[in-house]
């Protein structure tokens, strides 16, 4: 079944009655299921501990992909929406497995597009009580997060993907291919994960 992934409003910084007020009326005017996407660095604003509690009460707001880099910004959702049928997923790579540990459902992991099997294995390792290869995998993804930040990230992604044998396409404009000095960094990524 097909899922709406929903980030706040940019450009302008609401208040947090605003975001429950935007919120609500997308989950008004749609039957699929909805993730809200918490950003505040893209966004501008975090989206409250209290106000995640207040929107999980909607029949098909169904969870929120966090991607403040703040575990306890996500350990505070986890604690608010407990006693619902609302899932937590960690948005930051780096933080799969903190997550996890304190009672996320799992992750929307962008290295997950190139690592699958990987980001698969924290999360399979997690739920096995294979703590120790859970962090090992956990650690494997460092070397693409390294590189994922030499430009933006989906430019970087895609053409390692492209450069994997999978022909995703170019990113939508604005955003523009690596620039030539960051494929040496690419290819060597690349090679270190056998691809």
Avoid: W
Wanted: net charge positive.
């Amino acid at each position: 079944m097909p899922t709406h992934c929903q980030s706040s409003p940019h450009i302008l910084v609401p208040s947090q009655e605003e975001l429950l007020y935007h919120y609500k009326a997308v989950a008004a005017a749609v039957t699929i299921p909805i993730i809200l996407y918490n950003i505040p660095k893209n966004t501008g604003i975090n989206i409250a501990v209290e106000t995640v509690a207040e929107l999980a009460k909607v029949d098909n707001i169904i969870g929120i992909k966090d991607s403040s880099g703040n575990i306890d910004n996500i350990e505070g959702y986890i604690k608010a929406t407990k006693n619902q049928k609302f899932a937590v997923l960690s948005g930051s790579d780096s933080l799969i497995l903190k997550a996890l540990k304190i009672g996320a459902k799992g992750a929307i992991a962008a290295t997950a597009n190139l690592l699958t099997k990987n980001d698969v294995a924290i999360y399979e390792n997690f739920m096995n009580s294979r703590l120790e290869e859970a962090e090992q995998a956990q650690q494997q993804i460092e070397m693409l997060r390294s590189v994922l930040k030499l430009a933006t990230v989906p430019s970087v992604l895609k053409k390692s993907l492209v450069l994997s044998n999978m022909p995703v396409g170019l990113c939508r404009f604005p955003v523009r291919e690596p620039k030539a000095e960051t494929m040496p960094k690419i290819k060597e990524m690349l090679t270190y994960y056998g691809l």
